[in-house]
């Protein structure tokens, strides 16, 4: 049980690149998310996926995309970077118990 | 708009005490609150839900508060181990039921 797999651990862009984070879930939860984790700031929610085949904005959502492609997988998309996008990103999971379980973070550079 | 503040300030505490670590809110009435631990370069791991009817919950060396009516949780650690240094959140639902909103963290550092 691997839990919540996040891929790339580590990405370097330079503004006006474009990059996909990918995120996995092996728990059968229908809940997915996407946090960004700045200094000061705390975790924000970018997107959220309540079930397969539903994305709802969160508080962040402006420069990114998200697609829930099945139960297990939920992606990120930066379709043009820009600085103010340095940060860790992390997916997560969630049940009906309500906790969530987080992905170990994409940690990503904007130059 | 709703607002979690959490001690901004380490909380330094020696082995063997209790440490205790504060969320306040304002403009929310949530049906539940949630505490996290977060250590370096990692993501943030469940600890313990306390629901609106509960006024505490424990789990090992843990204990959480929630009152409602001054909108403050505390979470306690007894016993403290320097193994227990790690940033600690705190999160309420965030509208949707399943969304959460998390405050900033509170560092806490264990020292031998």
């Known amino acids: 049980n691997a839990g919540v797999t996040q891929n790339p651990k580590f990405q370097v862009l330079k503004t006006g690149q474009s990059m996909t984070l990918q995120c996995a879930q092996d728990?059968?939860?229908?809940?997915m998310y996407w946090y960004r984790q700045d200094p000061g700031m705390g975790l924000r929610l970018i997107y959220y996926?309540?079930?397969?085949?539903?994305?709802d904005k969160g508080e962040v959502p402006n420069g990114y995309n998200v697609s829930r492609l099945n139960k297990r997988e939920f992606s990120l998309r930066l379709e043009s970077a820009a600085p103010s996008q340095t940060s860790v990103y992390f997916c997560?999971?969630?049940?009906?118990?309500?906790?969530?379980?987080f992905g170990p973070g994409t940690r990503l550079t904007v130059t | 708009s709703q607002k979690i503040e959490q001690n901004s300030e380490a909380l330094n505490i020696q082995e063997g005490k209790t440490a205790t670590l504060t969320c306040n809110y304002t403009?929310?009435?949530?049906?539940?609150l949630q505490w996290y631990r977060q250590d370096p370069g990692r993501g943030p791991v469940f600890l313990l839900l306390?629901?609106?009817?509960?006024k505490e919950k424990r789990k090992e060396r843990l204990k959480v508060t929630f009152d409602t009516t001054l909108k403050q949780s505390l979470f306690h650690i007894t016993a403290s181990q320097p193994a227990d240094s790690a940033t600690y959140l705190c999160?309420?639902?965030?509208?949707?039921?399943?969304?959460?909103?998390f405050g900033k963290g509170t560092m806490l550092l264990v020292s031998p």
């Open positions: 997560a999971s969630s049940a009906a118990d309500l906790q969530q379980y």
């Open positions: 728990m059968n939860h229908n809940s």
């Open positions: 996926s309540a079930s397969e085949g539903t994305t």
């Open positions: 403009n929310y009435s949530p049906a539940y």
């Open positions: 306390i629901r609106e009817n509960e």
């Open positions: 999160a309420l639902p965030r509208g949707g039921y399943s969304t959460l909103t």
